[in-house]
């Protein structure tokens, strides 16, 4: 059975850093793409960031760029956001996502884990 | 970046019935690459639809995807309680980006 599951989510002041962690199981974890995707309160779903199978290849949003780092450890089956220079605006509910093509980079998700909460308040 | 709308923002219907829901996007989604997503209230979104079209493992046959270049449909015949939820078109054609989302809420 296929899981994801995030952690590290929290409270952290604005300027601050906090590193998310997504623990996966069940599939070939080095073979697929993985994706973070996050959702403001009572918003809708913004794509953030996309890592390739082997980590070589990462993509962000703009909203994001220069201030988030995706990374993922394959020994581990980890996937991580290390998230630097956090704003208000980026008090979301973080989701770690599976990609669901094989070894393709863009595309849509088959999982989701149940999300880690980050919120970014003096 | 592909801009999706989302029409109706909400949709009030009974059990039973159909819904309709659209999906619009500014420029032509590229082969079709075109997602659904269901989320209920404190879970995580679940695939529904993919390539437009095509059901995603266990989904139930009432729900339909259709659709090509910028307008694309889900549709959900005779609902049934639990498809009460907000549903999300996302297109993966470029850099991803999501709807706005439509609530299906019951009349």
């Known amino acids: 059975e296929v899981q994801v599951l995030e952690s590290g989510g929290g409270l952290v002041q604005p300027g601050g850093s906090l590193r998310l962690s997504c623990a996966a199981s069940?599939?070939?974890?080095?073979?697929?793409?993985m994706t973070w995707v996050r959702q403001a309160p009572g918003k809708g779903l913004e794509w953030v960031s996309v890592?390739?199978?082997?980590?070589?290849?990462?993509f962000y949003a703009d909203s994001v760029k220069g201030r988030f780092t995706i990374s993922r450890d394959n020994s581990k089956n980890t996937l991580y956001l290390q998230m630097n220079s956090l704003r208000a605006e980026d008090t979301a509910v973080y989701y770690c996502?599976?990609?669901?093509?094989?070894?393709?980079?863009?595309?849509?998700?088959?999982?989701w884990g149940q999300g880690a909460l980050v919120t970014v308040s003096s | 970046e592909i801009v999706l709308t989302q029409s109706p923002g909400t949709l009030s219907l009974s059990p039973g019935e159909r819904a309709t829901l659209s999906c619009r996007a500014s420029?032509?989604?590229?082969?079709?690459?075109l997602a659904w997503y269901q989320q209920k209230p404190g879970e995580a979104p679940r695939l529904l639809i993919y390539?437009?079209?095509s059901r995603a493992t266990g989904i139930p046959d009432r729900f339909s995807g259709s659709g090509s270049e910028t307008d694309f449909t889900l549709t959900i015949n005779r609902l049934e309680p639990e498809d009460f939820a907000v549903y999300y078109c996302?297109?993966?054609?470029?850099?991803?980006?999501f709807g706005g989302g439509t609530k299906v809420e019951i009349k």
């Open positions: 996502a599976k990609n669901a093509v094989f070894g393709v980079l863009i595309t849509y998700f088959d999982y």
């Open positions: 069940g599939f070939t974890f080095y073979s697929y793409a």
């Open positions: 890592i390739s199978g082997s980590g070589a290849g990462t």
């Open positions: 420029q032509s989604v590229s082969r079709s690459y």
């Open positions: 390539g437009a079209s």
């Open positions: 996302q297109q993966y054609g470029g850099s991803p980006t």
